[in-house]
């Protein structure tokens, strides 16, 4: 005889599944014990909507009944929240668990139901640092009888809107680099003048290195969708520094950047160092690298960093970026293994 199995039902809709969450929070306000449980999902309904807060049901079974309630007396649903603005277009499921001591003596746990956030796939980095919601020092703290489950959400949030921007920011770093390798190998235009007329600087042919100089170029820096770039050069003479800007502007991918040519250097010619900074828009950039390169004892070079502004203000952290792609582009280059102990190398003169 055949074997037959049992369809499974078809899946509940957004009615099924408001009112089986009405019925088990009307179960819940009977009970003194969960009756801060009902108000708490009700609050939640109140913020994301009547239909971001569903009961959970166990996956690939058979019979579509609520697991929300378990033999173990805890309390499961989902909340389908949103990203903040910028990136309300992306959502999040989030799987609440609730033992039967909560919120007495026991905190909620948190659970990221979502495979992909936006287009990229939650690596388990993310996964965990949701599950540790509440046992982790900078997650949310918990206290007896507190509900506390909109807290961890919030939580939630901005960590994946950090997480987020951050793929956001290696993605456009990864554009750069592809396509300041492309246009590496672009065969030069038979006709220059005519390509990028809108660019006094892109009409004429890129403007050569001084003989001998090698530019070493660190792994971009992202934060919230800006990028830093490092790059360092041996310098013999201060005359080499003008040349060498003007070969990083030349380039369309350099120049369009908010500040292309933040720099600093130092070279000594006989007994004189010389020295100079450009903070290239960036306010007091130029000193900051001008000052690593004093502490680190490096002389001889030149240090660019370029910074793309994606939009959102960092803050002093973009000056950590700045000084941390320089020392980036100087280890590179091998310049930080050569540096001498400090000694008296003349008299500075500032350019």
Known sequence: MP????????????????????EFLNRLLEDPDREPVASEIQVLQSIYGDDAVRLWHQ???????????????????????????????????????????????????????????????????????????????????????????????????????????????????????????????????????????????????????????????????????????GRACRINHPSEVPLILSHLLSDRRTARAAHPVINAWRCQVDNVLHQDNDDDGETAAGGRIAHLLQILEVNNVLVIVTRYFGGIHLGPDRFKHINQAARNALDLGGFLDAAEPKRNTGRAKKH
């Open 59 to 229: 996956p690939a079974t058979n019979e579509q009944t609520s697991s929300a309630r378990r033999k173990d007396n805890s309390i499961r649903y989902e909340v389908i929240i949103s990203l903040p603005s910028p990136h309300e277009d992306v959502s999040l499921k989030i799987l609440v668990s609730l033992p039967d001591t909560y919120p007495k003596s026991s905190p909620p746990q948190l659970q990221l139901l979502s495979k992909y956030i936006g287009s990229f796939g939650a690596d388990s980095g993310l996964f965990g640092s949701i599950l540790r919601t509440y046992i982790s020092i900078n997650g949310v703290e918990w206290s007896e009888d507190n509900v506390c489950v909109f807290d961890g959400l919030q939580k939630v949030s901005d960590r994946c809107v950090a997480w987020y921007e951050d793929k956001l920011s290696a993605e456009k770093a990864g554009e750069l680099i592809r396509d300041d390798a492309r246009e590496s190998t672009r065969p030069s235009s038979p006709n220059p003048h005519k390509e990028d007329e809108i660019s006094s600087m892109n009409d004429s042919e890129p403007i050569s290195l001084p003989a001998g100089v090698q530019i070493f170029v660190a792994e971009p820096i992202t934060d919230r969708k800006s990028v830093f770039i």
């Open 3 to 22: 074997h037959s199995s049992t369809p499974s039902p078809p899946p509940l809709s957004s009615e099924d599944y408001a009112l089986e969450l009405q």
